[in-house]
């Protein structure tokens, strides 16, 4: 139990610290690579889909595992660290917090960069959005990712960890590679997608529910997310409306995906002061995520 959460401690740490490792060699965009090579034609679109959805996951979480297991016969302490830079790997809070604090002031600033800096949070066309909408946008992309970049990773970990370091890893391993090949793979447009699209709002369902009552709790209003209930099904997916419903309530602002969904319809688009306490309010689910963890990893 104390090895779990030394390794928390040091992900957090790592984080802080310097937000994310060199792209060069993270593990998760390397695994991207690996995934986005997969995006092309396939004479059995469907049982390839199937195949790629759930092997790849399963043999990346057994290889990080394996890591663990290997360190652990050396010391414990070398174990630990390992699994802390696993956590670290597969989670992010300063990187997606700083990025969201940018595009905010960036807006405010009209800076000619601002439209590609969003990308980095959204993948809609920004190019015709008013200065209201892309605050909304970055305002909830912050919440969704709260989701299936901290929180998801986090709470597989800290389950896994009662059994064992080594299974904590191999489940945050598994769950960000699944959130992986959904974000490459899972789209209407790719006939092979449809398995890891599936698969990740099957694992996504706890996580987008946790992260919106982190949220709640992170404003010191739980009754944000019984008003965000009203909201939360509005958008495709039958996760990601939870945390930006919640933080929608939790602000008193409209946010909304053009022709697509609208959280909270009569409230106002978010003003920069509103964007400001959004991202800071995600920052604090945030951390709160890795208290949560910590707590059920103990347990």
């Not at 602000?251 to 800071?280: H, I």
């Amino acid at each position: 139990m104390l090895s779990s959460l030394a390794a928390l401690a040091l992900a957090f740490a790592l984080d802080a610290a310097v937000a994310e490792p060199p792209g060069r060699v993270h593990p998760v965009a390397l695994y991207g690579r690996a995934v986005t090579a997969l995006d092309r034609e396939w004479s059995v679109p469907r049982f390839t889909g199937v195949v790629v959805a759930l092997a790849l996951p399963l043999a990346a979480a057994a290889l990080a595992a394996l890591t663990v297991v290997g360190a652990g016969r050396v010391h414990l302490g070398v174990a630990t660290a390992l699994a802390g830079l696993w956590v670290f790997a597969t989670t992010s809070r300063r990187m997606l917090v700083d990025l969201a604090s940018d595009v905010v002031a960036r807006i405010d600033a009209a800076d000619d960069a601002t439209h590609t800096r969003i990308r980095g949070l959204v993948g809609r066309d920004t190019s015709d959005l008013s200065d209201g909408e892309l605050r909304s946008a970055a305002v909830e992309s912050a919440a969704e990712n709260l989701a299936d970049g901290l929180v998801a990773p986090l709470l597989a970990f800290a389950v896994g960890a009662q059994a064992s370091l080594a299974l904590g890893v191999a489940a945050a391993v598994w769950v960000k590679a699944v959130n992986t090949h959904d974000s490459v793979l899972g789209y209407p447009s790719k006939p092979h997608g449809t398995a890891s699209a599936r698969l990740d709002d099957l694992v996504m369902w706890v996580p987008a529910r946790v992260s919106a009552a982190l949220v709640a709790l992170a404003a010191l209003d739980p009754g944000a997310l019984a008003r965000a209930r009203a909201w939360a099904g509005a958008p495709p997916s039958p996760n990601s409306g939870w945390p930006m419903a919640t933080l929608a309530a939790a602000l008193d602002v409209r946010l909304e995906k053009p022709s697509v969904y609208t959280l909270n319809p009569d409230a106002a688009l978010p003003t920069t002061v509103d964007a400001e306490r959004g991202v800071r309010l995600v920052d604090r689910a945030c951390v709160l995520a890795f208290g949560v963890s910590g707590v059920v990893a103990w347990l």
